[in-house]
């Protein structure tokens, strides 16, 4: 015998210590013989299995189980393989094994030879096997849901947005045919006015005609801010016609008609650099005022405000300054916008909300940018910045407004 073969275990105690339940009964289910592994799962001692017929050792569904198909099954075919059964410990609870059995012919009879194997583990692997699918499909199922209420949200979002979009074009439309049918009857009353003021007046007809003629001129301010805001969003942006002006001359006719206009406020014009730029001479006279407008509404108007107009090769700038309060950070990101406001003081020079947003749009047309800066001790300082290069020509935007 070879000396791996001595150090084998002998097969009775093969028999009694293999890691599985191992049972031999008679057809009937006669228990013949049974190991140590058994008994132990099943809290009976050896002597006490022993005899004991198969069958009593299940629950009342095993034993409907046995009867009806795995018995039948194991004597037509020879062998049953991982049929799942319950038997009852000796304290009465449950234990669920799995079952492979075959019939053997013995000198004696039939035999069957049974190997059981415990499920605790393989129950509590399922079980978890079995909650983590069911958890995943919880959670496939909530995510299909949030996806289809995402899609319908947006599906509803989309068409919310394009009629917003059509009741805004409207609007806007409305007020660009608004605003123009304005300008005849407001051009109508400024030129009565006018007239009426060239004659013999009383003092206080004087000052009427002059709150007409100021509100007049108010109110074609806010009509042209309209008309260019209206071009802007639904037409084809601001129109400009370029031409060589001389910057500098430009700026303080501006500044000199701003002084009639706004006389509370103290206008200082600065300049550097000499030559001509090539902008549209209205648009810039538009930019000027509107800065002013602007640093008259919200600035200190006991302090100068300072317009200064530098001519450099390749750029022009426009930049107007003002003291006062400095501008909020958060409003500084939105302040070009349409609708915008510093404030909510109200005031005679007060417009609609869209002086800054305009200048912003004349600055595009020419290829530029506006800026602005504002702090606690210097002041607030917009910048309008027109590229001088031919590169940053842009072809003129000759829209029709009449």
């Known amino acids: 015998m070879p000396a791996e073969e001595k150090n084998l275990p002998g097969s009775d105690e093969l028999f009694e210590t293999a890691p599985c339940g191992l049972v031999v009964t008679t057809e009937s289910g006669q228990i013949l013989r049974a190991n140590s592994t058994f008994a132990t799962w099943t809290g009976f001692s050896l002597p006490e299995l022993v005899g004991r017929r198969f069958q009593?050792?299940?629950?009342?569904?095993g034993r409907i189980f046995h009867q009806t198909h795995w018995a039948p099954l194991i004597r037509m075919?020879?062998?049953?393989?991982?049929?799942?059964?319950?038997?009852?410990?000796?304290?009465?609870?449950?234990?669920?094994?799995?079952l492979n059995g075959v019939r053997r012919e013995v000198e004696a009879?039939?035999?069957?030879?049974?190997?059981?194997?415990?499920?605790?583990?393989?129950?509590?692997?399922?079980?978890?096997?079995?909650?983590?699918?069911?958890?995943?499909?919880?959670?496939?199922?909530?995510?299909?849901?949030a996806e289809n209420a995402l899609l319908q949200a947006q599906t509803e979002l989309s068409i919310a947005y394009e009629k917003a979009e059509r009741r805004a074009q409207f609007a806007e439309q409305m007020v660009a045919i608004a605003s123009h049918d304005l300008k005849n009857p407001l051009t109508a009353i400024k030129m009565a006015t006018d007239m009426l003021a060239r004659g013999e007046r009383s003092a206080k007809e004087n000052q009427l005609l002059g709150h007409i003629n100021r509100s007049c001129e108010r109110a074609q301010r806010m009509i042209a801010d309209l008309l260019d805001f209206a071009l802007a969003r639904v037409g084809h942006g601001i129109n400009i016609v370029r031409r060589s002006v001389d910057f500098h001359q430009v700026t303080a006719q501006?500044?000199?008609?701003?002084?009639i206009a706004f006389p509370q406020a103290h206008l200082v014009h600065q300049h550097s650099g000499i030559g001509t730029a090539n902008v549209d001479p209205d648009r810039l006279h538009q930019v000027v005022g509107n800065l002013v407008a602007n640093s008259v509404a919200y600035g200190d108007v006991l302090q100068p405000i300072t317009v200064t107009s530098v001519l450099e090769e390749i750029q022009a700038t426009i930049t107007v300054h003002?003291?006062?309060?400095?501008?909020?950070?958060?409003?500084?990101?939105?302040?070009?916008?349409?609708?915008?406001?510093?404030?909510?003081?109200?005031?005679?020079?007060?417009?609609?909300?869209?002086?800054?947003?305009?200048?912003?749009?004349?600055?595009?047309?020419?290829?530029?940018?506006?800026?602005?800066?504002?702090?606690?001790?210097?002041?607030?300082s917009f910048s309008v910045t027109f590229p001088l290069t031919s590169s940053a020509f842009a072809e003129d935007r000759n829209v029709p407004q009449g």
Not at 81 to 86: I, R, T
Not at 110 to 121: G, H, I
Not at 327 to 343: D, H, K, N, Q
């Open 56 to 61: 009593d050792l299940l629950t009342v569904g």
């Open 322 to 380: 003002n003291e006062g309060p400095a501008i909020p950070e958060p409003l500084l990101a939105v302040l070009f916008e349409p609708m915008t406001r510093g404030s909510e003081r109200e005031d005679d020079v007060r417009s609609v909300g869209l002086g800054l947003f305009i200048v912003s749009e004349i600055a595009k047309a020419h290829g530029g940018t506006a800026q602005v800066t504002s702090s606690e001790g210097k002041g607030t």
């Open 109 to 145: 009879g039939a035999v069957l030879e049974m190997a059981l194997f415990t499920t605790t583990d393989r129950d509590k692997y399922e079980r978890e096997l079995l909650g983590a699918r069911r958890a995943a499909e919880d959670i496939l199922r909530e995510k299909t849901i």
């Open 77 to 98: 075919q020879g062998s049953v393989a991982e049929v799942k059964m319950e038997l009852r410990h000796r304290d009465g609870h449950i234990i669920t094994m799995i």
């Open 254 to 259: 501006s500044v000199s008609e701003l002084r």
